[in-house]
């Protein structure tokens, strides 16, 4: 419990404190269709528990009169990691809240405290250890993954390592396995950008330090600190990402927070300078009637404030462009987020290939992991619908695990459309 009390600062507190448990956070949280027992509420009540056990005084004395404590039982430790793994910690229910409560946050939390009694789902381990460990390459099938994209790269002309260079763009083993086209599609970019980039030869995680998504603080700050002395020893003006989704969070807020440090640098997604670009004149694409749609990931999107930039973009490609129903601050989320849909058995039963081994799963992790891929497709629902209604034949995001997950979604239900991943759809159609 220790770990937990020293996330406790005056924002953690104020989340603790101060819900009046009015649910209206429930109506956005795509898991409340799920369940009602899987409302943000109610999940991060759970931390609450833990919390009122150690910091206040009555609680402390009389735990069973205030629902104080830790879980007892076997049973109740599987009804918290069930909880814990309902939330995508997409911001839906922060922005909703009437008093600024982010839940999403406070099971974040949750989750550590789960990791320190041993509950992390085998798969989401294994990753975190191996890149804690600096191990990822020790993989046949990840290596390959990589070497195959290195062989791309050089053919592209790529320069890697080079100091000093004014971009870093930083990318990952999971961007090269699940959307490689958005590396490449990045490198083109940068070229008919024509500025001064480079690159790591090594990836530098598995996304973003992946112990994050478990609240494993400890792996987290392990491959912060080499993520950031790598970037250190490159010095580049700013850090370019293709991958919107929770790196781009982690690098631009969570990093300077881990390392205690005021980074030299400062954090851009590629859309950015292509949007700049585009303002300027310095760069044109081909204009496609192709109908296309904008899925926001919530990190760069809701938590980032680039909610316009590419939509601007994608304006100026495809006449034939339309906005999904909830675009803006609400941008409803995919459901995959926060390492669900990187759990969930068609991506274990993926992973199993590349790795070229087979994950010993307990029976009861293989019905948790069942009903999580269940209760994922309830949750993703809501944007296949929107999807659906704006008729588009191709969505465009620039989020790993949205990809992934709408992929799955979207086949479950039966809907027929092409995923693009926004910087290869934009390389795609340059001029």
């Known amino acids: 419990m220790g770990s937990a009390l020293k996330h406790l600062d005056p924002v953690m507190l104020h989340f603790f404190e101060n819900c009046v ?32 056990a150690q910091v206040q005084i009555l609680p402390r004395i009389f735990p069973w009169l205030f629902g104080a404590g830790p879980p007892k039982t076997k049973e109740e430790v599987d009804e918290w990691v069930e909880k814990a793994y309902r939330c995508t910690n997409c911001g839906l229910c922060y922005v909703t809240c009437p008093f600024g409560i982010h839940s999403g ?9 789960l990791a320190r009694v041993g509950r992390v789902p085998t798969l989401l381990k294994a990753m975190i250890d191996a890149e804690a460990s600096n191990t990822l390459l020790e993989n046949k099938g990840l290596k390959e993954i990589w070497s195959n994209m290195l062989d791309k ?37 940068f070229k008919k950008l024509g500025i001064d980039w480079t690159m790591s030869d090594q990836p530098l995680s598995m996304r973003a330090p992946i112990g994050s998504l478990a609240g494993d ?5 392990v491959v912060a600190r080499r993520i950031y002395d790598y970037i250190k020893d490159m010095n580049p003006e700013y850090i370019v990402l293709s991958d919107g989704g929770y790196p781009y969070t982690f690098f631009r807020f ?44 919530c990190k760069m999107g809701r938590f980032g404030g680039l909610i316009e930039e590419p939509v601007k973009v994608l304006s100026q490609v495809s006449s034939g462009f339309v906005k999904l129903g909830s675009h803006g601050i609400f941008n409803k989320c995919c ?36 009903k999580l891929y269940k209760d994922m497709l309830v949750a993703g629902k809501a944007k296949v619908d929107e999807i659906k209604e704006t008729g588009a034949s191709t969505v465009v995001t620039a989020c790993v695990g949205c990809m992934h997950t709408i992929g799955m979604t979207t086949k479950a239900y039966g809907v027929n459309v092409k995923l693009k991943m926004l910087s290869e759809f934009l390389a795609e159609n340059l001029e």
Request: proline letters at 5%.
């Open 21 to 52: 448990n009015c649910g209206l956070c429930e109506v956005n949280c795509p898991y409340t269709a799920a369940g009602e027992e899987y409302g943000p509420v109610e999940k991060a009540e759970l931390l609450r528990k833990l919390y009122r």
């Open 105 to 113: 946050e406070m099971i974040k939390v949750l989750r550590g405290y």
């Open 153 to 189: 790269l050089r053919e592209e002309g790529v320069e890697f390592n080079k100091k000093n260079a004014k971009y870093l763009y930083v990318t990952s083993l999971a961007e090269a396995m699940m959307t490689p086209g958005s590396v490449i599609g990045a490198v083109k970019l």
């Open 217 to 221: 603080d400890e792996a987290t700050r």
């Open 254 to 297: 969570d990093l300077p927070r881990i390392i205690g440090e005021k980074p030299s640098f400062k954090v851009v997604h590629i859309v950015e300078l292509v949007e700049e670009a585009l303002h300027e004149g310095k760069i044109k694409f081909k204009t496609t009637s192709e109908s296309v749609t904008w899925h926001s990931p």
């Open 335 to 370: 459901g995959g987020g926060s390492s669900i849909a990187c759990i969930v058995p068609p991506t274990q039963e993926m992973m199993e290939k590349i790795l070229g081994m087979s994950l010993q799963l307990t029976a009861s992790e293989k019905s948790f992991l069942d």
